[in-house]
């Protein structure tokens, strides 16, 4: 009976181990990505691909990134590309870092950069988890200029890539922090 009783116990042990190592190597998970950025112009018809910024965050759970948004009222390009720029779209730029409610500065775990050059979907390899994204357009092109996109994303674990998109529109009317935008949601209304 003892022995019973002893083997019992090894094989409930040995089910808490292996149930343990699954957790740590879920952890250590890495799970594929299709990247995809595009520019919207002043039409629905205009969207194309675009060479945009991907920063993945920490989550930090608990606080709050900072982010603004300004409704601005400019005629044209011009105008709008002489905008002061926002706080965080130059820390986003310049460092590839943002601040949280309380001040701390959080430099992104990863960047990726989607290309026009190749006309391919950007495919990348991301540790399941939950990060704050945030997209921009570094072009020169002032109606993509001085406005960024942000959400938190789930990357969890599945056989298939999972998609990322985003859309930049021309929209003269704000800055700073957008909404973000997938076209295949909804189109965006000027």
Sequence with gaps: MKNYLFLAMAVI??????????????????????????????????KVLASITFLFFPENSGKEYVTGNNKVSVESEYAYGCLQEEETYKMLQENNQMKLDDGTIVNAIYKFKTSIISGKTLEVDVPVGRYFVVAYDDTSEAKYRNKYTCKYYDVYSRYNPITLTVVMPGDLTQCGCIPWLNWEDNPYEF
């Design 13 to 46: 042990a040995m089910m808490f181990s292996s149930c343990k190592n699954d957790d740590d190597e879920n952890k250590n998970l890495n799970q594929t990505v299709w990247i995809n950025g595009y520019e919207l112009g002043f039409h629905q018809g205009d």
